[in-house]
């Protein structure tokens, strides 16, 4: 039997190998699970009555803004309401 690199499972043809697309799939959501203790750092940080910058979370945090709107994202997909002010940052609702 062949051994398909990617997934190190025993394939006989390309036909059983996981397509592209499960890859990809499968990459995305490792990427959130390792996500998760930032995006609960970052709830920890925010509070209702004043904004918090991303770019301040994101220098506490030591990750970049980007992965600072990832994290908030996260938290939103949870069911947390977050206020996004332009220019301000963020703020639970």
Known sequence: MKTHPVTRGPHTNRDERPSKRALVQ?????????????SFEVLRRLNASTF???????????????????A????????????RGRGRGYRLV
């Open 52 to 70: 918090t910058s991303g770019a301040a979370l994101a220098r506490a945090l030591a990750v970049s803004r980007s992965t600072v709107w990832l």
């Open 26 to 38: 499968a990459s995305r959501l490792a990427a959130r699970e390792a996500l998760r203790p930032l």
């Open 72 to 83: 908030v994202r996260a938290i939103e997909g949870a069911g947390v309401a977050v206020a």
